[in-house]
């Protein structure tokens, strides 16, 4: 079945830092791949996704880059905060067939 | 409000003690799920459904069941739980048959098997 590593498996910036957080992929046949956060206690919550026939998606500042040939994907922030503060999962599907990587633990300081 | 809504949010119970946890979406929403989240593993998928009477295997389903005779509803039963099944559960659901969407999670359920 299909294999998602993460990395780094935590992460501590500077307020107003960059951060960026990525995933590799083991099956080709993937072709959508959403990123979540949770925040402590909370529910993981959708922030950004990319499907397989696009390169690159941003909202605001949240990116997010794939890469299918080398299979693998990246979650981009920029000008942290605080509140940006959470543990984020990346997300590989195939039919029907979701798999999570094991998360990153961002903190930012202030 | 669009919801997941899970129950009980806390459980603590015996190894051997029947138990369900229940998962209910108001947003008629085709895919619902059913994930554990171990430390250091994220979150794993138990069992999924794609609609009413339709349900499949995930990547850990081992020591659990599930049902879907409802759209809305979607619990998952463990019939003879043991300490290795204490975990926190998230139930999700999409919009999407296939679940290729964002899913929209539950508050949790924290599972204590002693």
């Known amino acids: 079945g299909e294999n998602v590593e993460q990395h780094p498996s935590t992460l501590s910036v500077q307020e107003g830092d960059s951060a960026v957080i990525k995933c590799t992929y083991s099956?080709?046949?993937?072709?959508?791949f959403p990123w979540y956060k949770q925040e402590l206690g909370k529910r993981p919550q959708l922030i950004i996704d990319i499907r397989s026939n696009v390169g690159e998606k941003k909202d605001q500042r949240i990116a997010v880059t794939l890469n299918k040939t080398a299979k693998h994907f990246s979650l981009h922030i920029t000008e942290t905060q605080p509140e940006d503060s959470a543990v984020y999962f990346c997300a590989a599907y195939k039919l029907n067939d979701m798999r999570f990587g094991a998360g990153t633990r961002l903190t930012v300081k202030p | 409000e669009a919801q997941v809504t899970q129950n009980p949010r806390y459980l603590i119970t015996v190894t051997g003690k029947k138990l369900t946890v229940t998962c209910s979406q108001n947003?008629?929403?085709?895919?619902m799920s059913w994930y554990r989240q171990d430390p250091g593993l994220g979150l794993r998928q138990i069992y999924y459904?794609?609609?009413?009477?339709?349900?499949d295997k995930g990547d850990v389903p081992e020591g659990y069941k599930v049902s879907r005779k409802e759209k809305r509803n979607f619990p998952l039963i463990l019939e003879s739980p043991s300490p290795n099944q204490t975990s926190l559960y998230f139930c999700?659901?999409?919009?999407?048959?296939?679940?290729?969407?964002?899913?929209?999670f539950g508050d949790g359920t924290r599972l204590s098997i002693l």
């Open positions: 999700a659901s999409s919009w999407s048959s296939t679940g290729d969407q964002p899913q929209h």
């Open positions: 099956d080709s046949a993937s072709n959508y």
């Open positions: 459904s794609m609609n009413v009477e339709v349900t």
């Open positions: 947003m008629n929403h085709e895919y």
